[in-house]
């Protein structure tokens, strides 16, 4: 046994303790999906952190940054300050109107069925892409970290992954899925403050020495094997006129919109909102992650450009071993163990945060709403759903991500953030500041940004290109075909198509009963007057 | 549906017709607005200004650090700000709903 097995032994153990705690505790529907809206503020800002700072984060952004310099930079920026739009647009008014999901604030003044349907089938779209892609990423992980144990495959890691989470859901709901995403969450920003530190005492705690080898990394290009030396402080390695063609700048913008809109779109970092006693604590839990969070982007470029410097471009063996592989050369294999350990947590506990989600809104929003009308004659029936649900998602996950564990994780991701932009924040802002917001309005926008998303990205350059015959297996592009759409990122055509389709669909379709609903919502949007409270018992 | 807790009498329309509610959502708007303009101006600035003028953003700064990467930087501590500003004004925000609403509940019937 490795170190890094009894590492990740530890945290299972730990969290399986945490699901047992919270299962005892787990009475009742707003126990179930909302933790009893008991989690405090800053315990709330870590679980909001945890859910946010994923395995693409960590192991994307530093070996985005390890690779292509500034440009990955670019990542986290975008990131952070997308948490702006959920502090001053999104969290107060949501915690105030709903009481499980998103789509609780939508069907509050629109007709319930086809809102809540339309809003389900995206969430669950969303909160699978995320999944797939952090499953792929543990399974991926775990044949590198463990390789000389040969019963741990790809798959095994994966099916290890896809029930390890269905436990916590389905048993600890989600008080104990905001528990484990804190500890996580914890876990994480010691890891990468430990490996940021070990960085700096590399060059002395000298800033002035840590920049200076940053600007001037030599190493052999992997495309000319040439060696160069280059300014990893330079924007334009990934994006640059040079390296995209021209392009690249517009992809930047496209991205830059995905994510500053998307993240207000993600029902997993929504669901989050619920879970406290109200909305001053659920603004006091976005500032708490956007500290965290921030602090933890600043360090992604000591690790990125530690790993640039330190190991160099040509050594580091994928992109997204950066991180790990900088610990063990900086602190030796236990280090590296504990690393790679709080890797795969991060793993375990987003893909928690995502079921728990998913299934929430399928309970909720399809089971009881939509095919039940609303007419809860048993509130316990809703959890059995929604425990159900965890397992089908799980199963679903599974077998998806077993399927797909070629594709490119970072394009998953970015297909969620694509829809949560496009069809998920459209339709929620509207429905707080638009009077004439209507159903058919709603119902258009989820539509359409769900499909012109998923859509642009399937004619975008990461699934379409004509490759020469050498080019094999991953790294081929899905369809043989010149892309029709230039951009990786549909974000900066397929959100403005999201806000079109849900005004145009308002304004054919008007709704007096939505807009006379309008004053109601406002008043408990604004004020909290009617708002959710925090169960009894 | 959403079940509202609060008696199907609730004075939504009372309150939205308060002064002090008119007030509340103008000063709410007042700030939340320019402050939004803001920090979507401010952070497509960076993707801008490196993609079109990228030998600008490369001119060394503080000995090796470049315009490009302390303008990344600033975005942190822009948001921060931003973030500091607006729990500020919320906490008064706060306030006066609490007013509206006690005020509304203890003379539920002045219209």
């Given amino acids: 046994m490795t170190p890094a097995i009894w590492m990740f032994l530890a945290f299972v153990v730990a969290t399986l303790g945490i699901t047992v705690w919270a299962a005892k505790r787990n009475t009742g529907a707003s126990a179930y999906f909302a933790a009893g809206r008991s989690i405090t503020g800053w315990q709330n800002g870590l679980a909001v952190a945890g859910d946010y700072m994923s395995a693409a984060s960590f192991l994307g952004i530093s070996g985005m940054i390890a690779l292509y310099g500034f440009d990955g930079f670019m990542y986290s920026v975008g990131w952070l300050v997308a948490y702006l739009t959920v502090l001053l647009v999104v969290a107060e008014p949501l915690r105030n109107a709903g009481k499980y999901t998103m789509a609780d604030l939508l069907a509050y003044r629109l007709s319930p069925r086809p809102v809540r349907a339309m809003a389900s089938l995206s969430t669950i779209t969303v909160s699978t892409f995320y999944m797939v892609a952090q499953m792929i990423g543990a399974g991926a992980l775990v044949k590198l970290l463990l390789k000389d144990i040969s019963w741990i495959t790809t798959n095994t890691a994966i099916v290890g992954v896809g029930v390890m989470m269905v436990v916590y859901v389905v048993f600890g709901g989600m008080l104990a899925t905001t528990w484990v995403q804190i500890i996580k969450a914890i876990l994480l920003m010691t890891g990468t403050i430990f490996l940021s530190a070990l960085v700096m005492k590399h060059f002395g705690f000298s800033f002035e020495r840590f920049f200076d080898a940053v600007s001037h990394i030599t190493y052999l290009d992997s495309k000319t094997k040439l060696e160069v030396t280059r300014n990893f402080l330079e924007p334009g390695m990934k994006f640059g006129d040079a390296a995209t063609g021209g392009i690249g700048k517009w992809d930047l913008v496209s991205l830059g919109i995905a994510l500053l809109f998307g993240t207000a779109g993600l029902p997993h970092i929504l669901v989050r909102f619920y879970t406290v006693p109200d909305a001053k604590t659920a603004r006091v839990s976005v500032v708490w992650a956007m500290v965290i969070i921030g602090c933890f982007y600043i360090l992604t470029t000591f690790l990125g450009f530690g790993a640039a410097t330190i190991i160099r471009p040509d050594h580091i063996v994928t992109d997204n071993m950066a991180a790990p592989q900088l610990a063990e050369t900086l602190g030796g294999p236990l280090f590296f163990a504990f690393i790679s350990a709080v890797a795969f947590a991060t793993i375990l506990a987003v893909v928690a945060g995502l079921t728990i989600s998913a299934s929430a809104s399928f309970a909720h929003d399809f089971y009881s709403n939509v095919i039940h009308h609303g007419k809860e004659t048993d509130p316990n029936s809703e959890v059995r759903v929604a425990r159900i649900t965890a397992f089908v998602v799980g199963g679903v996950s599974i077998f998806l991500a077993i399927q797909l564990q070629t594709v490119n994780v970072a394009f998953l991701v970015g297909l969620a953030f694509a829809v949560a932009a496009s069809a998920n924040l459209p339709v929620i802002v509207l429905s707080i500041f638009w009077k004439r917001f209507s159903t058919t309005g709603a119902v258009a926008g989820l539509s359409v940004g769900l499909l012109a998303s998923i859509v642009l990205i399937l004619v975008s350059p990461s699934l379409m290109g004509i490759d020469p015959p050498e080019v094999l297996g991953t790294k081929r592009h899905l369809i043989q075909m010149n892309a029709l759409f230039p951009l990786t990122n549909p974000g900066i055509l397929s959100i403005p198509i999201g806000f079109l389709a849900a005004i145009l669909g308002s304004l054919m379709r008007p709704e007096p009963e939505a807009e006379a609903k309008f004053e109601e919502l406002q008043v408990r949007a604004q004020t909290g007057l009617g708002a959710e409270t925090a169960s009894s018992h | ?111």
């Fill in chain 2, 1 to 111: 549906m959403n079940q509202i807790q609060t008696p199907d009498s609730t004075p939504w329309s009372r309150i939205a017709q308060r002064p002090q509610y008119q007030e509340l959502l103008r000063s709410k708007r007042a700030f939340i607005l320019p402050a939004s303009l803001f920090f979507v101006a401010y952070y497509f600035a960076l993707p801008i200004l490196v993609g079109w003028w990228p030998e600008m953003m490369k001119k060394p700064v503080f000995g090796p650090v470049n315009a490009a990467y302390l303008f990344a930087l600033s975005e942190f501590f822009m948001a921060w700000t931003i973030a500091y500003i607006y729990v500020q004004k919320a906490g008064k925000w706060d306030e006066q709903a609490r007013q509206i609403l006690a005020e509304e509940s203890s003379k539920p019937s002045n219209h």
